[in-house]
């Protein structure tokens, strides 16, 4: 079993800043990607930002500029500094992580439980 547990959710106004974590725990060998996506409620989740473990990153064109995704592979933590807020990105954000159980696993998807952010305009 794998965790996900994120945090750094919460609301602030049009322009502000925030910083979402999300640590993975649990039976872990190896994390491959790990990102992030958002739902609003009537709509599929969407991808936000994915980052692989050697580091290639990839970003929604919505958010390319205001987004940047990073991870601290030692820790099996990935972060979202969202600078520039806007209202239409509220949503609840949800963490994932393509882990490997063991070396004869495959890398199969986690998720985290979401955490949601509110910008006000």
């Known amino acids: 079993q794998v965790q996900l547990v994120e945090s750094g959710g919460g609301e602030v106004q049009a322009g502000g800043s925030l910083r979402l974590s999300c640590a993975a725990s649990?039976?872990?060998?190896?994390?491959?990607?790990m990102g992030w996506y958002r739902q609003v409620p009537g709509k599929q989740r969407e991808l936000v930002a994915t980052?692989?473990?050697?580091?290639?990153?990839n970003y929604a064109d919505s958010v390319n500029g205001r987004f940047t995704i990073s991870r601290d592979n030692a820790k099996n933590t990935v972060y979202l500094q969202m600078n520039s807020l806007k209202p239409e990105d509220t949503a609840v954000y949800f963490c994932?992580?393509?882990?490997?159980?063991?070396?004869?696993?495959?890398?199969?998807?986690?998720w985290g439980q979401g955490t949601q952010v509110t910008v006000s305009s």
């Open positions: 980052i692989t473990s050697g580091g290639t990153i």
């Open positions: 994932n992580a393509y882990v490997a159980y063991n070396s004869g696993s495959y890398f199969r998807p986690s």
């Open positions: 649990g039976s872990i060998f190896r994390i491959n990607a």
